[in-house]
Every structure is written in structure tokens, then in C-alpha cells.
């Protein structure tokens, strides 16, 4: 097979081209400088941009890889979860491509996406595994079988905000630019992570041992800022900050693999680019016999390879594709690889 992946789901318009489990080529364009002021992502003019910019991807990925459209066998996109108005321009071109190529299409979830990413440099996943979501919109621990037949438990989620989001919100807090999460990796760089106590919510030995909050932990951040107004030391903040975030994660996943008697770890999502949150996990798997999983830098936050690798494996699988007229869903359930659930296997 040759699978056109195709993402949109926020302010990246990503486009892959998977064959057999290998990245042939990719693009990636970014509308995130045009939200940087608003200090968010804006949904409308995310769309404008991934109408504006997908053509001009989709035409350098085909170039990179030394493909025609073609020679392209299926089309996946992500169907949700992520913004209205920018999921519609992904879908509404997939279905143009796929109908142009005379080729199924697959929508897809866009965090089964980030799970399936990793087969590219890391080669299939395995039967069962752990699976840590995190993400700018996601913290989640599920127990990961076989993605294209829906085989996902969720063990749980974050109650409140998600670590990304948190980084988001932290590195307002303390004057660096959005998005936060790069920001805070760099900032820390030069900090202390124990210069500060921070809390490591929910790890205490009666709280829920899966589920996550990390909207107390902002809170604490805001409040030592406001009580040392005028001298706070940013990178002392952002280190004792993302330590306080990677240890919490890793307490969790680590506990959760020893619960699921799973002895590999797949972390992915965009906080997985974290520096201390990959080394910290890294650290913590290798003391308790576990092997990390985790997508190289650029492949975990949002990109057309995800979504390219996801429709590889459906296609592998022999999933049926979804009719042309399959809708978007902004807040879809990841219950599996196809966003509106996986039938007909043989
Ligand atoms: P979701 O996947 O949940 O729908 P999203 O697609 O917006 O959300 P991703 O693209 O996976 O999220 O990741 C973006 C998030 O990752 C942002 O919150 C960003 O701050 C964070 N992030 C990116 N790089 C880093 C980093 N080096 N350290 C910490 N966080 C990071
Ligand atoms: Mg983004
Ligand atoms: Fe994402």
C-alpha cells in the first residue's frame, strides 16, 4: 500500500506518505505564529491557513517521497478530535484526494495517530503495551492491543488540564511565548529543578493511581509567582515545574505497567518531545525492567506521518474504509484507529 495521511486537527497541516510501515515523505506547515498574539490557537484562521497551505504539503510531500498521487493506494485523515472549523478543511480535502485517486478513505482518530507514529522508527507495536497519551488537549493511561481492531482500555484521563495545556498556561505565567511547552524545555535548561517544591498531584497513596490533574499544580506555580512579584528566576520556575510534570507522569506510567504486568512503555503526544519528561521516564522504565517507546522529537507533536502510519496499519489490517460522506467529531473518544470504530475484519 500507499497511504496519504493527512492532519488537521489544530494549527499544524500535516501530510505523510506511508508505505509498509515506512516514512517515504512528509510536510509540515504551521499557522502558529498568526495565533501567537492571541496567545492560542484561533480556530477560523486555522482553518484559512490549512485551506491556504494544503495543496502546496500535499504536493511537497508527493515530491519528497518521488510519488505520484497516482501511485497512492488510500487516504487517511483525522475525523477528531480537535477544532471544528479546522478538522472540516482536512476532511473535506481527503475526501477530494481519495475520490480523485479512486481509493478508500479512512478517518481516523487523531490520538491513535500519535500511538501509531511510533512504528515508523520503532518498527510494529507490540501485542499489548501501556500507552501514555501526552498531549496538548490529552493525559491519558491506556492498556493498547491491536489499534486496528479497537483493542483500548482506558486505565484514565486528566480531570482537568492536560500536561500540555499546563505548559501552556505555566509559561504565560512566567513571561515566555506560545506555545509553552518548547519555551518552558529551553528555559529549564538553565534552572534548577528541585530550586522549587512543586506538587505532584494525585500521586499521594489513597488518590486514584491512573487519573491525572495538573490544574493545582498551575495554581501553585501562580501563586509562588505572585508571592515573589518582580524576582522570579524563569528558569528555576520552568525546571522545578517540568520536573514536578515529568515525575508525576512517570510515577503513574511506571505503576500502571506493573498493574497491567505490560513490560513496554509507549509514550507519545507532544509533551513526549519534553527533554526531562524523555529522560526522567527513560531513567524511571530502566530501573523497573521496562522497555520506553517513544517517537523521535519531531514526529511527536502533530504531523502528517501519524496519520499516514495509522492508515498503513489499517490498510494491513483489512479494515473496511469509511464511506465518503463519514463526518467529523471535535470531541471524539478514542475507543480505536477509526474514528467511528473499526467493522468487518476478517
Ligand atoms: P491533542 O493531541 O491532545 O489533540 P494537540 O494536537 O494540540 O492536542 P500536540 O501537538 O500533541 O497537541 O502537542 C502540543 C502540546 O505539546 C502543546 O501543549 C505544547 O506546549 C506541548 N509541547 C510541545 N513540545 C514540548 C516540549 N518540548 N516540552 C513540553 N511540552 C511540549
Ligand atoms: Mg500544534
Ligand atoms: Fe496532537
Known amino acids: ?14 501530510v505523510g506518505l506511508v508505505s509498509g ?15 501567537a498574539r492571541f496567545g492560542g490557537v484561533v480556530p477560523e484562521v486555522a482553518a484559512r491557513a490549512h485551506l491556504e497551505a494544503m495543496a502546496p504539503m ?80 490529552h493525559t491519558s493511561l491506556l492498556s493498547v492491543g491491536d489499534l486496528a481492531r479497537d483493542e483500548i482500555v482506558h486505565l484514565g484521563d486528566t480531570v482537568d488540564d492536560a500536561a500540555g495545556e499546563a505548559f501552556d498556561k505555566v509559561a504565560r505565567l512566567i513571561g515566555l511565548p506560545y506555545p509553552g511547552g518548547p519555551a518552558i524545555d529551553r528555559a529549564a535548561r538553565d534552572g534548577d529543578p528541585h530550586a522549587i517544591a512543586f ?30 512579584d518582580g524576582t522570579v528566576p524563569v528558569p528555576d520556575v520552568a525546571a522545578s ?19 497491567q504486568g505490560a513490560d513496554i512503555l509507549l509514550m507519545v503526544g507532544g509533551v513526549a518531545a519534553n527533554s526531562r519528561v524523555r529522560a526522567l521516564m527513560e531513567q ?5 525492567g521496562l522497555t520506553l517507546r517513544v517517537p523521535p522529537i519531531r514526529l511527536c507533536t502533530d504531523n502528517g506521518a501519524m496519520i499516514a502510519a495509522l ?36
Not at 520536573?243 to 505503576?255: F, G, M, P, S
Request: aromatic share 4%.
Open 1 to 14: 500500500p500507499l497511504v496519504l495521511g493527512i492532519e488537521t486537527s489544530c494549527d499544524e497541516t500535516g
Open 199 to 228: 506538587p505532584r498531584p494525585l500521586t499521594g497513596p489513597s488518590d486514584p493511581p491512573w487519573t491525572f490533574s495538573f490544574s493545582g499544580l498551575k495554581t501553585a506555580v501562580a501563586r509562588w509567582v505572585e508571592a515573589h
Open 284 to 288: 524511571r522504565c530502566a530501573a523497573a
Open 241 to 259: 515545574f517540568q520536573e514536578a510534570v515529568a515525575d508525576t507522569l512517570a510515577r503513574k506510567a511506571v505503576a500502571a505497567c506493573a498493574d
Open 311 to 346: 492508515g498503513d496499519l489499517l490498510v494491513r489490517a483489512d479494515v473496511e474504509p469509511d464511506p465518503l460522506d463519514v463526518a467529523a467529531d471535535p470531541r471524539a473518544r478514542l475507543t480505536g484507529a477509526l474514528l467511528h470504530g473499526t467493522r468487518a475484519l476478517p
Open 58 to 137: 500535499v504536493r511537497t510531500a508527493l515530491q519528497r517521497a518521488q510519488v505520484d498521487l497516482a501511485d497512492v493506494t488510500a487516504v487517511a485523515v483525522t475525523a477528531g478530535p480537535g477544532l471544528s472549523p479546522a478538522l472540516q478543511v482536512g476532511l473535506a480535502a481527503g475526501k477530494a484526494y481519495a475520490l480523485a485517486a479512486g481509493v478508500p478513505l479512512y478517518a481516523v482518530h487523531h490520538l491513535a495517530g500519535h500511538a501509531a507514529v511510533d512504528v515508523l522508527d520503532h518498527g510494529p507495536l507490540p501485542e499489548r503495551c501501556v500507552a501514555l497519551i501526552v498531549s496538548g488537549g
Open 21 to 35: 510501515g515506512v516514512l517515504l515523505g512528509d510536510a509540515l506547515a504551521s499557522s502558529m505564529e498568526e495565533h
